[in-house]
């Protein structure tokens, strides 16, 4: 308990720098998305998916934190796109001022999509707001469909679900409605998409949501200029 | 970094705690374990099996954490062990404190072995000794053989790896040998048991590893006594 007062103050702090970040953002036409998932649950996989598919002329940036290791920024650098690790050393969430400290050498007016992958844990990066337009939230088949209700956080606070690693449906004990119930009774709107990118399953429902997302940011970028 | 001294502080109060647990745990003859993995890496099956081996008139108990809900409490207490639930309510990680708390009803001398599942996560638990006899971290198959090298704290910490989900190997890009490379690379002498509680391979491994510990244990309280 005694803790509570400097982490209150650590994260006022972070939502100062957050609210900066989303400014610049917005000023410069950019949807920044903030994927959260435990370790292993495909993140990293599902972005190189992605950037497979983004004719190389986009403007598209990564972000991956890790605690040690810069294996993931190697695994997404193959796709041409602007890539940075953010090692955390140790801590077990990215916040809002490894974020603006990792951007300050690009140029925000040649991006419009920036994609953050997170330290892969459910339950810290919940805390921190990054200045994302929106969370993400990855849980694959084989964590089982209890997890919204023991995570609670993270589920409600993400727009979108994406349910990953479909393939392995058949040989583990999930039941892919309880899990969406599970997510829909901590939020209610809960958007989900179900995907394998080993088959590519879901992939397109997923490209789709990307592009809703960067569509609504496009028409609000022209309407204020 | 303005975080450091209150965690230093945080991080002493609860090695005093651990401290005094520790030694509460071997005055009474009791193995204490802490088990650590990410959400879904099967930490709940694992002990589930190994209760169900586990003869009635022995004197096992287990503490199980959340972040919420009491549904692992619920499927451990079928095996009419003493079993309590500790709900952190958003803490990311169960702490001496709690341990003491939750343990104040139990008579020790009644007990011989103390089982912790700890809150699903690969990191902040590694930071908080609960005054066990050994870590032991759980990695499932499907997360990735880089698990080791992304989360060396709680790899270097543990004494045990169980690989879990071994059944579905077949069906993951996974190598068991990279993985167990990775994991002593970081903890040279770590110990490492492959299990599948779907088919019970290696369950035997696994509770002799814990039989192990026992005796250890039992060899020191008489010799002490």
Redesign the interface.
């Known amino acids: 308990m ?2 509570v007062p ?1 982490e209150r ?2 994260l006022n702090e972070n939502d100062r720098i957050a609210g900066e970040l989303r400014a610049r953002f917005a000023e410069h036409g950019i949807v920044c998305l903030n994927l959260i998932s ?3 649950s495909g993140k990293t996989t599902l972005l190189e998916r992605t950037l497979q598919t983004i004719p190389p002329e986009e403007r598209v940036a990564v972000l991956t934190g ?4 810069e ?1 993931d920024a190697r695994r997404l650098a193959r796709f041409g796109f602007p890539v940075k690790q953010i090692t955390t050393g ?1 801590t ?1 969430h990215l916040d809002a001022r490894m974020i603006e400290r990792a951007i300050s050498g690009w140029r925000l007016e040649d991006l419009d999509l920036l994609l953050i992958e997170n ?6 990066p919940a805390s921190y707001d990054l200045g994302e337009a929106a969370k993400i939230v990855v849980l ?1 088949v ?3 469909e ?2 919204p ?5 993270i589920f409600f606070k993400s727009e979108l679900l994406v349910l990953s ?1 479909m ?2 449906l058949p ?2 004990r999930f039941s892919v409605n309880a899990a969406e119930e599970n997510a829909r009774k901590i939020h209610a709107g809960m958007q989900i998409v179900r995907v394998s990118c080993e088959t590519g399953d879901g992939l397109s429902e997923w490209l789709r949501w990307l592009d809703g997302k960067r569509q609504v940011r496009a028409a609000a970028t022209l309407g204020s200029s």
Do not use: A, F
């Open positions: 005694e803790r400097l103050k650590v435990s370790p292993g890790d605690i040690q290791t294996n140790g077990c330290v892969g844990n459910l339950v810290c694959s084989t964590e089982g209890d997890k209700l023991k995570y609670p956080s690693k393939d392995l040989h583990v």
